[in-house]
């Protein structure tokens, strides 16, 4: 699929995945039609895509990067607690025994093009079920609304079990702190610098550029890097490009968001030169297919209409103009003629120079970072790029609700205040303000919102607690309701955040749980590089910040937390709402702040 339907840009979207069960499976294909194309159409493309297969239209190579790739995922399981346990339980679960978990890779090595095919052909037949999601209002039926009663929330309560289980004893773990020399080093190189963390598990290497440029600054560059994904490199075409990257079992990824840019590359250690080297010859020697911009921009408008259709993509661009203004990022994306009158020689351009720029490396493997120096020390030949703009919140005088109208049962809301400009003195209070208002299911919000009183089916809210130097933080709350609960939602969640509702029981347990995320919680290795930059972002010049704030947490006191949330009492809050203009109680929502109904089209350039 990835290369007959998605590399052809023949559907917006396509894939498969297994699912299987002791006692029976199935297998599940799936593809999201482009603008103008018919679920039908777009399901018939599935069925010659695995008609292709069952006639073993692929070669034994294929077969064989496909099981150079299952060894990557196996050879990545033991990397964590949670695969390790998740391989355990799988284990059980499926009445396996271990010797049999643990040779699964043995067994696919022995996976020939035959059987494939053999198997393609005996389970995917006829007898399989089509279903199509079609772009229509849904009828709703009515159900009569039953009568929830508030129940009293008493924090200090506990089952027997629960008393049980925290009467067991358990030995503290220390916390691991990173140390520069011992967990990391950073090394400086033409045109950047490098950071590096040794891989102690395996043999599987993580290289990551980090660019600070985008579209905030060259509003064409994250278009560029999307075409990219479909490009060739030199001799090779496209999907040449990519069969040559999968045998190698390496993955080649790329993001783009407003003001920062990342290439990422994963794959086998053995592999990485020719991984690099593949990488390298797609920025500098690009080749497209003709037609593979205009099919990009053809795939682009289409999406970008059935985002306007989507609940969360609104709420999210309803959101950003809440909280920034007409500066955000949804409305500093191309507009459509824009998108439209993007050409092949500028895109070109834009990716040829890409490499060039200054840029952080993070590297975890089992090489030095003097050899990763060399392989990738092609030297820098321009200039650093602007700095940074800061992340910026509006700040209104007074309280404001902004609505957006769209037929739905459901309302979402969204709730803010800009706080001060980030502080890394600070991030013990904005930790515990989070973990105490918004951490889990035992906390103030979901148990007053969602457990207590039955306002909402998910209701969330915190405070920012790290950020880039020189940005806003913000304290901030999220809402799913029925519509018409939505007054009295905002309404008390609206208090839960001015009037801090102290207790020294929740505290107690805030504290707690703190403690024992920096205890059990210690950086994964394939994390260390990035969490380096992570305090360089935070202005951080001084190492692990994690022993100055995990005594600060420890001495931390009700009190402390009180005097920072007092700040919010007064603050202004500015809340949006996506939701139907009959359903939420516009009248009620209106006395809450000053009104703005925001027109769909007002929120996108496009």
């Known amino acids: ?189 033409e045109g950047g610098r490098l950071y590096t963390a040794k891989n102690p598990y395996n043999d599987l290497f993580t290289l990551s550029f980090y660019y600070e440029r985008g579209s905030r600054t060259e509003r064409e560059l994250c278009a560029a890097i999307d075409l990219l994904t479909l490009a060739g490199a030199g001799p090779l075409s496209a999907d040449e490009f990519k069969k040559r990257l999968f045998a190698l079992g390496t993955t080649l990824s790329y993001s783009c968001s407003e003001q920062d840019t990342a290439v990422h590359l994963t794959g086998l250690d053995r592999n990485l030169w020719a991984s690099l080297e593949l990488m390298s010859q797609r920025f500098a020697y690009t080749v497209l297919e003709p037609g593979t911009l205009q099919k990009m921009i053809e795939v682009e408008l289409g999406a970008r209409e059935d985002e306007k259709k989507d609940p969360n993509s609104v709420h999210y661009a309803l959101g950003q103009l809440a909280t920034r203004g007409p500066e955000n990022s949804v409305l500093k994306r191309l507009t459509n003629a824009e998108f439209k009158a993007l050409s092949e020689p500028r895109m070109k351009s834009l990716i040829r120079d890409f490499m060039l720029h200054p840029a952080r490396v993070a590297y975890v493997g089992n090489r030095a970072p003097s050899e990763i120096g060399k392989l990738i020390g092609t030297g820098s030949r321009l200039g650093p790029v602007p700095p940074r703009a800061p992340y910026k919140l509006v700040r209104p005088a007074s309280p404001r609700v902004l609505f957006t109208h769209r037929d739905m049962v459901q309302a979402q809301v969204g709730l803010f205040s800009a706080d001060e400009t980030f502080d890394p003195e600070h991030v013990v209070d904005y930790n515990f303000y989070s973990q105490y208002m918004g951490g889990d299911m035992s906390s103030v919000i979901f148990q007053e919102v969602r457990e207590s009183r039955a306002l909402a089916y998910s209701a969330s809210g915190g405070h920012t607690e790290v950020a880039v130097k020189g940005d806003d933080t913000q304290l901030w709350g999220r809402l799913e309701c029925q519509a018409d609960k939505t007054p009295e939602a905002v309404k008390l969640m609206t208090s839960l955040l001015q009037d801090f509702p102290a207790s020294e029981k929740r505290f107690r347990e805030t504290a707690k749980a703190i403690e024992e995320s ?42 402390e937390l009180q005097s920072f949330a007092s700040r919010f009492k007064t603050k202004p809050l500015s809340v949006w709402i996506l939701g139907h203009r009959d359903r939420v109680v516009l009248d009620q929502l209106k006395t809450l702040g000053g009104f703005e109904e925001r027109p769909l089209d007002t929120l996108f350039p496009y």
Request: charged content about 30%.
């Open 1 to 189: 699929f990835n290369l007959r339907l998605n590399q052809a840009q023949k559907v917006k979207a396509s894939g498969s995945y297994p699912s299987m069960r002791n006692d029976a499976g199935s297998w599940n294909a799936w593809a999201l039609p482009k603008k103008g194309q018919t679920p039908e159409e777009a399901q018939a493309l599935l069925l010659e895509s695995i008609d292709a297969l069952k006639a073993g239209d692929f070669s034994a190579d294929d077969v064989a990067a496909v099981i150079t790739n299952f060894e990557l995922g196996e050879k990545a399981l033991p990397e964590s607690n949670e695969s390790r346990v998740r391989m355990m339980s799988g284990s059980f679960i499926a009445v396996e025994p271990w010797e049999r978990t643990v040779g699964h890779l043995d067994r696919l090595r022995k996976i020939t093009k035959a059987d494939v095919v053999r198997v393609a052909n005996k389970y995917l037949g006829p007898d399989r079920i089509a279903v199509y999601r079609r772009d229509a209002k849904f009828e709703v039926p009515k159900i009569t609304k039953p009568v929830f009663t508030k129940i009293e929330i008493d924090p200090s309560r506990e089952s027997a079990f629960m008393k049980e289980i925290l009467a067991m004893p358990a030995q503290p773990l220390d916390p691991r702190w990173l140390v520069s020399g011992r967990d990391y080093q950073i090394t400086p190189i």
């Open 518 to 559: 920096y205890r059990t919680s210690p950086v994964s290795f394939r994390w260390i590089p990035a969490t380096v930059i992570g305090w360089e972002d935070q202005g951080l010049a001084a190492g692990d910040p994690g022993p100055k704030r995990f005594e600060r947490t420890r001495k931390y006191t009700l009190a």
